[in-house]
């Protein structure tokens, strides 16, 4: 599964869109990028995840370069609520003989 | 419908004593996998069921074991419980495993004295 790089922390005001980066540069071509987060005390949630196109939900949109080497989680009106922990995981389609492979991820705190 | 839950919530043990953990997926789900979080390692896989049968494991000692039942529960199980193995132990159920998203459940959290 690829190595992915995200920035450890990241501030964003309450009612702003927040922009999570995230770099993947050795993706291969069928592995998906998951976006998971974890508020403090809680199991981790599952936020979106896509291969190649962009993707959207009612949490968060997904934005995917076109040379699959970077990707970008949008929360577009962020909430104290989404102050936690955000993952990005790369992951073969049929893969997981290691589970989800979570980094140290990138704490987001939202500010009123 | 109703989301993954784990009991009990909390446990405390002794060292040298085990342990059994319980993991009721969501309806439906038929795989099953679980993780140990500490604060040192952060989130560490431990093994995926599908199936009744375990089809993933990661590089966990033979002291964590576990299984699945019929109905996709799944139970995980430490024998001679060690004081490093104090931890938040989270299952996550799936649809049929990766790449389906994985529900995580509230945890338990262990501590061992």
């Known amino acids: 599964d690829a190595k992915t790089t995200q920035p450890p922390s990241m501030d964003c005001a309450e009612g702003r869109a927040a922009n999570l980066p995230c770099n993947h540069s050795?993706?291969?071509?069928?592995?998906?990028v998951y976006w998971y987060r974890q508020i403090h005390s809680q199991g981790p949630q599952y936020i979106i995840h896509g291969l190649k196109n962009n993707e959207t939900n009612e949490m968060a949109s997904l934005i995917i370069t076109e040379d699959r080497k970077s990707s970008t989680l949008i929360l577009p009106h962020a909430t104290l609520r989404d102050t936690a922990v955000y993952y990005c995981?790369?992951?073969?389609?049929?893969?997981?003989?290691?589970?989800?492979?979570f980094g140290k991820g990138t704490h987001l705190i939202i500010q009123p | 419908k109703a989301g993954v839950t784990q009991t009990p919530r909390y446990l405390i043990k002794t060292r040298g004593q085990q342990v059994t953990l319980s993991c009721s997926p969501i309806s439906g789900h038929r795989s099953v996998s679980w993780y140990q979080q500490t604060p040192g390692q952060g989130l560490q896989f431990l093994f995926e069921y599908f199936s009744e049968t375990q089809r993933n494991k990661g590089n966990f000692p033979g002291r964590f074991s576990g299984r699945q039942f019929s109905n996709s529960r799944s139970e995980m199980n430490v024998s001679t419980l060690e004081l490093g193995d104090s931890a938040l132990y989270l299952c996550a159920s799936s649809l049929a495993g990766f790449p389906y998203e994985q529900y995580f459940g509230p945890g338990t959290r262990l501590t061992v004295t």
């Open positions: 995981i790369g992951m073969y389609s049929g893969g997981g003989a290691d589970g989800l492979t």
């Open positions: 050795t993706i291969s071509g069928n592995e998906y």
